[in-house]
T-cell receptor, first 114, second 113 residues
Framework: AQTVTQSQPEMSVQEAETVTLSCTYD???????LFWYKQPPSRQMILVIR??????QNATENRFSVNFQKAAKSFSLKISDSQLGDAAMYFC???????????FGKGTRLHILP | GAVVSQHPSRVICKSGTSVKIECRSL??????MFWYRQFPKQSLMLMAT?????????EQGVEKDKFLINHASLTLSTLTVTSAHPEDSSFYIC?????????FGPGTRLTVL
């Protein structure tokens, strides 16, 4: 069975600094997608970034980038120039290509220190 | 991007009553929608997959007679919590599928007294 593990329940970062959230996953599939979702206090789930497993190049979306290590089954999220609005719960997630179900990690709560 | 709405955003009910939560895709058609449950400070747990025109597929451990799902149109899925009890209090989130991407609703907070 596929699993997603986030080992950091909470993290804090100073505003304008860089922070990296960790995620590992387990799967026997070769074709899949990985995601990072943000859930702010409003509880609305927001897609931050997506990575296709077949792509070697790490995905980037403005201040957000990932470090995708397929062999190690690692998928970390780097947030550069942290802003107060980045404070939220961040979920790492996995989806097989042949299925539309998403499996979520337990989340990392990110605090931004002014 | 695609927009998904949920109604109501929060509901309080008495134990033993039934509560219906609606999930709508506003600007696209969704043959598949998903229902999740999220306990405080926890992750999203998939409850069931709702398919338009057919029966929902429930995840292991989810009581289908307790959580009734109806996907009667391409833009609407409903979740009915039947004979609700305090342990059903939770945050319920739906998502709608468009071209393999899930778009999430804002969630419904259910409190059963």
């Amino acid at each position: 069975a596929q699993t997603v593990t986030q080992s950091q329940p909470e993290m804090s970062v100073q505003e304008a600094e860089t922070v990296t959230l960790s995620c590992t996953y387990d799967t026997s599939e070769s074709d899949y997608y990985l995601f990072w979702y943000k859930q702010p206090p409003s509880r609305q789930m927001i897609l931050v970034i997506r990575q296709e497993a077949y792509k070697q190049q790490n995905a980037t979306e403005n201040r957000f980038s990932v470090n995708f290590q397929k062999a190690a089954k690692s998928f970390s999220l780097k947030i550069s120039d942290s802003q107060l609005g980045d404070a939220a719960m961040y979920f790492c997630a996995y989806r097989m290509n042949r299925d539309d179900k998403i499996i979520f990690g337990k989340g990392t709560r990110l605090h931004i220190l002014p | 991007g695609a927009v998904v709405s949920q109604h109501p955003s929060r509901v309080i009910c008495k134990s033993g009553t039934s509560v219906k939560i609606e999930c709508r895709s506003l600007d696209f058609q969704a043959t598949t929608m998903f229902w999740y449950r999220q306990f405080p400070k926890q992750s999203l747990m998939l409850m069931a997959t709702s398919n338009e025109g057919s029966k929902a597929t429930y995840e292991q451990g989810v009581e289908k007679d307790k959580f009734l799902i109806n996907h009667a149109s391409l833009t609407l899925s409903t979740l009915t919590v039947t004979s609700a009890h305090p342990e059903d209090s939770s945050f319920y989130i739906c998502s709608a599928l468009e071209v393999h991407e899930q778009f999430f609703g804002p969630g419904t907070r259910l409190t059963v007294l």
